[in-house]
């Protein structure tokens, strides 16, 4: 983008891509804090993020309803213990209402390119259909589990049949009477498997390393229920605690390795144990879905119907490589063809693809791509030194292997605020973190990561290709909350702004 092309450009104070959970907190954040020149950009024509996204057959939430919601919206009348997809999408298109974000979208619109201008402290963004906008401050709410990770299976193109990844299940195709592969045995693989898998003739299901499953205590709200929480709405904030200590305990077994961490442990193995010795009679099936690596290494999986599943007559787990696909069907290493009709991908996400396919260039025209080319890493997950006025949602090591990512979102976006106004009370052009207070912060996330089970030797989403920790968050969700709680501004390198600002910027923005 040339210099001259900003004459037609809008302007906005921040800017927020993404209508997720992510951007709608950051949205309401910045609202509740007198910050009203904000606009969010949504590359689709609805919001949602996520749960917009991915509508497959079973598709539903593994962190309770009460935790799974914003401490601002808390209180809202779930139907049942784990949310399922279309009543998660109902809540965030609930709150975009009553809160009146819907007015500050901009639907349509997915970020190409953004360029920092450090003469003029503004972040220059392209969209895809070709317009421009300008913002002071960028926000970055894309999320983690936005861009469907396909395999690379060699003869795809020639397969016959039906091929398509769980976030765009195809809804019009009948499985009854069908032969199905299932490449993947990740977190949407279980939620989706039980549900085809009373519906095909044959499912076969390519299991590359199993998980652990513990069973997950899903349970309707009965009208007494129901009725009690409309009456004592304090119930609500009693079960969210209840709720945020239990997964604070049981992370510490991912994280930790005290005593209590064990603890943790054990009761969560213990767990799986028994949820695998009711469901799979089969020795040879049940050595196949064991892990040998420990709890949290990869993202621990929470149903009561996968492993029932997988003991069915109709389903075969295959533990041999996919080699390559044919016409008719999925061939494994050892030669073997199995024939199919469709092959369905639960292989997830490019989750460390942090804001791909979108190209940042932040000082000096340094490009974020490059910059994280061997592994993404900010600071505090949401700064990025040589990237200034950028503000990151679920930005690197902020993911968690158990609890509510709202909650970490909520930390975020009061962070965001406090950098919102310190751009205002200081009059600056930006606040660039500086390189080694990032530094030294991703060296005591290395070191502590290390020691946790999400390096503990299994392939997972959480690493990147060199086996880096790059998504998880290794503490406990209050340890985040105490260490965004305070805004230091001697971690940042601070440009005063000009006398006379260049572009026209929100007030709430000058001092």
């Known amino acids: 983008m040339g210099k001259d092309e900003a004459v037609s450009t809008a302007s906005v104070s921040v800017a927020i891509i993404g209508t997720g959970f992510a951007g709608l907190s950051a ?42 919601s914003y401490s601002f919206e808390r209180r809202y009348p779930w139907r049942s213990r784990f949310a399922k997809q279309p009543e998660i999408l109902a809540y ?3 709150v ?25 402290g503004v972040w220059r963004l392209l969209f895809t259909d070709g317009s421009r906008f300008e913002a002071q401050v960028l926000v970055s709410a894309v999320g983690q589990l936005h861009r469907p990770a396909c395999p690379r299976i060699d003869g795809i193109e020639r397969f016959g049949g039906r091929v398509f990844h769980s976030a765009q299940w195809d809804h019009g195709y009948d499985f009854h009477g069908k032969t199905v592969a299932v490449i993947g045995t990740g977190a949407s693989a279980v939620q989706f498997v039980p549900e085809i898998a009373r519906q095909v003739r044959q ?16 349970h309707e709200f009965n009208r007494f229920e129901r ?68 709890v949290g290494c990869k993202r621990t999986l929470l149903s009561n119907d996968w492993l029932r599943a997988l003991a069915r007559s109709n389903v075969e787990v295959v533990t041999d490589a996919v080699a390559a696909a044919a016409e008719t069907g999925v061939r494994t290493v050892d030669g073997r063809l199995r024939e199919v009709d469709a092959i369905i991908y639960g292989t997830g996400f490019a989750a460390s693809d942090f804001l791909a396919p979108v190209e940042l260039q932040g000082l000096g025209g340094a490009s974020l791509r490059e910059r994280w080319r061997d592994g ?48 205002r009370r200081a009059n600056l052009r930006y606040a660039d973190v500086r390189d080694d207070a ?53 971690d940042y390198l601070c440009m005063p702004a000009p006398r006379r600002p260049v572009v026209t910027v929100d007030a709430s923005l000058r001092a």
């Open 27 to 68: 949205a309401y954040y910045l609202k509740r804090a007198g910050i009203d020149s904000v606009l969010l950009f949504e590359k689709s024509d609805a919001i949602g993020g996520v749960w917009r996204d991915n509508s497959y057959p079973g598709a539903a939430c593994d962190i309770p309803s009460h935790l799974y």
């Open 92 to 94: 965030i298109r609930h």
């Open 96 to 120: 975009a209402a009553k809160h009146r974000l819907e007015s500050q979208v901009r639907y349509r619109k997915e970020l190409a390119h953004g360029e920092f201008d450090e003469a003029r």
């Open 203 to 218: 499912l076969h299901v390519f299991q590359r390393s199993p998980g652990w499953c513990i069973p997950k205590f899903e």
């Open 227 to 294: 009725w009690l929480l409309q009456r004592l709405p304090a119930v609500y904030d009693i079960d969210r605690l209840r709720i945020f200590a239990i997964v604070e305990f049981l992370g510490k077994a991912m994280t930790e390795r005290t005593l209590t961490a064990r603890l943790a442990d054990a009761v969560l193995r213990t767990g799986a144990a028994l949820l695998m010795r009711a469901q799979v009679r089969d020795p040879v099936l049940r050595r196949k879905l064991t892990p040998d690596f420990p």
């Open 376 to 423: 993404a890493e900010a600071y505090k997950g949401v700064s990025v030194a040589g990237f200034p006025n950028l503000v990151m949602m679920y930005g690197p090591n902020t993911n968690l292997g158990g609890g509510s990512i709202i909650y970490m979102l909520e930390q975020q976006s009061r962070y965001l605020v406090e950098y919102v106004k310190l751009l």
């Open 438 to 490: 990032q530094r030294r912060y991703n060296e005591q996330l290395a070191q502590r990561s290390a020691g946790s089970s999400f390096e503990a030797g299994c392939h997972s989403w959480y690493l990147n290709a060199a086996g880096r920790n790059v998504n998880n968050w290794v503490g406990s969700m209050s340890e985040y909350r105490r260490k965004l709680r305070d805004f230091d501004a001697r």
